[in-house]
């Protein structure tokens, strides 16, 4: 008989001591293209503060005032001497140089004016995050381990070994008894036709968004940019249209659909929208992050195939963005920055998620083993976090790792291990994808994370199961509701992918949410 499922807040794991693992976060020098792109991110960032190019213009305009005019101690001296010498030049007729003078000085005038309306209409606006919704699928849904085996074996579509295999791997996923299935699975027999997948994402986003728009107060036509991401369900037409047609939204309505993306897709649905929204003033864009499980609950004997049974289950979020300055004052948090990572160059992490048929035919999707799978993430993670440590982390850390990487390239036959910053220290909060038990207990040991650090994920696995996108706002929910969310703290959000890719998002709470 097997072992019930405890909470996860019934086992906590203590943080290793033991050094980095080699496979989970490789012991390579960082590429200084990677750090430099980091850099180039912050640059970017302080160059975009409204403040920056008074603080550049304005001190050389007063300096060379003050030389010309050596005598003077005040503006107001220099306004009276210049036009001293403007009322001599009249008395003295010399009409050339009085022309020189206000043509040099208008010159000057229309140059600011220039460049401060240059540098309004190409600063980069704020995105703020209004509020987000996750989808609480219904009572009748709820899957326990027990009746996940119970139904896999009444369908009679599963080879003995498979069943076998199933259970074994069940019980240690990290998963709870109130997980979700979707309708189609859960009826007897299974139905996973087209019809009953395209109820799934109805029954998704229709939670998601109705929700998110009775909490904002924001009627469907005035979205303005919306974005939806599933990455294995892509009907026609798309989730994005039925989406436009059930609420209505206006024609002009900016939509696209991201397949494909995998785990991943959510920080990339929000990468595009803080792009659109940088271009599209007084904008309001919606994100919807969904899988779709009807069609893609694997039914064949193939181990590697087997395991997205045990692991992914119903789930969605939706969240509203704005660049809108009326919403800063409602708005939970603002995007500090986001950082995206494809491995797709090589053929290792291009292939460790793949979705194929077997040799009955059978499509589902393949997962390279555990081992090899958490070298790609390691080596993933650590180019996204090249990119994004020196935007995020404080100077203390940055010298620290500037010193090993000099030790590092200056003795090339001495064996000094890569320094891995801390970063604890620029984040309050933490959303680590829920991929699996795996992945989080590789984060927690090999970052020395807490257990009140993985608690939000661990917690989303246990609960919810592993919902691929959205998993990450489900943990921003729990956080919020446990942890609590203070104003100025930092929230980083990390999740993995397909092709293979690793992407991060950092927010910065404008309040208290409690």
Known sequence: ??????????????PSETPIKDYYYPDRTPDLKEVKIGYHGLVNYISHNKFVIIAMILPPILINSMIVYSNTRSLTDLYVRMQAEIQALRVQHHDLDLYLVTAFFTSVLLLLIFMGILYLSRRAKTVYLVDFTTFQAPDELKVSHDYFMKHSKEINVFPQEAIDFQEKLVYKTGLGNETYLPPGIMSMPPNVNMEMARKEAEMVFTGC????????????????????????????PSTAAMIMNKYKMRSDTMSYNLGGMGCSASIISIDLAKHLLQVKPNAVAVVVSYENITQN???????????????????????????????????????????????????????SVYQLEDKDNIKGVRLASGRELLEVIGDALKTNLSVLGPMVLPWSEQIKFFVNFCQRRLSPHKKIPSYTPNFKTAFQHLCIHAGGRAVIDGLEQNFRLSPYDVEPSRATLFRYGNTSSSSIWYELNYIEKRHKVKKGEKVWQLSFGSGFKCNSAVWVSLRDIE
Request: overall charge positive.
């Open 209 to 236: 968004l109705d929700d998110l728009f009775a909490r904002t107060c924001v009627k469907p036509r005035e979205v303005d940019i919306l974005i939806v991401n599933c990455s294995l369900f892509c009907p026609t």
């Open 1 to 14: 008989m097997a072992t019930p499922q405890s909470s996860p807040s019934s086992q906590p794991s203590k």
């Open 297 to 351: 609950w694997y039914r064949g004997c193939e181990r590697s195939m087997l395991v997205t049974n045990t692991l992914f289950r119903v789930g969605g979020a939706a969240i509203l963005l704005s660049n809108r300055s009326k919403d800063s004052w409602r708005a939970k948090y603002k995007l500090f920055a986001s950082v995206r990572t494809t491995k797709a160059e090589n053929d290792k992490a291009f292939n």
